[in-house]
């Protein structure tokens, strides 16, 4: 107990082991994971007191107060409501025991510090997460052209010189077509799952 508790005090908790997928089962994270909506475990990083897991679907971070009580608090931030921005990988120095990967998902930012020994796994991490950041900010600029489009289309056709049954019936059409397209758009440009993205760079 008392070593514990002086690991704690001195950050030791806090340097994180990357997990490899035979012992996920093993982690506490995997309980949370929602199997029966095919989600996938694809990185998981674990410190004495905390779980950061990374799936197809979301980041689910099992938050422990400290090293030393086995109170757990679960936040699961899926990627379609939480961007991820800011991706930062801070290499260790000569005598740094640690590196460290930064990320913000919506307005919450993470630091987690892991074992400098498996830079090469974090720096897989690196590239899924700065990908799925691009796309979702290219998705961002596209879903907001689609909005602006339709915006410009009910404007013009307001200022139309027409009959009023005409431009209510008019009106109604591009109303109908609007919902369809932002729908397609949407589906289109509104990704929840990334497991290709993280298929692509986390080399398990």
């Not at 009580?69 to 640690?98: C, F, N, W």
Request: overall charge negative; some cysteine; proline content about 1%.
């Amino acid at each position: 107990m008392l070593k514990k508790i002086a690991s704690d005090a001195l950050g030791l908790s806090d340097i994180g082991k990357i997990i490899g997928p035979e012992d996920y089962d093993k982690t506490d994270a995997d309980d949370y994971i929602r199997h029966e909506d095919d989600e996938k475990i694809y990185f998981l990083i674990k410190t004495k007191a905390d779980e950061y897991c990374f799936t197809n679907l979301a980041f689910v971070h099992v938050d422990g107060e400290n090293a030393v009580t086995s109170k757990r608090l679960l936040k699961r931030h899926p990627y379609a409501q939480h961007k991820i921005s800011g991706v930062m990988l801070e290499t260790a120095g000569r005598v740094d025991l640690d590196v460290e990967i930064k990320f913000t998902l919506g307005n919450q930012a993470y630091s987690i510090d892991v074992d400098k020994k498996q830079i090469d796994k974090l720096n897989d991490l690196y590239k899924a997460l700065v990908y799925i950041s691009e796309i979702t900010h290219e998705n961002g600029i596209m879903m907001e052209m689609a909005a602006q489009s339709l915006d410009r289309a009910g404007t013009v056709l307001q200022n139309m010189r027409s009959s009023q049954t005409t431009l209510s019936d008019e009106y109604k059409k591009l109303t109908e077509f609007g919902f369809s397209w932002m729908e397609s758009a949407r589906e289109k440009y509104h990704d929840k799952d990334f497991g290709e993205v993280f298929e692509k760079y986390i080399n398990n």
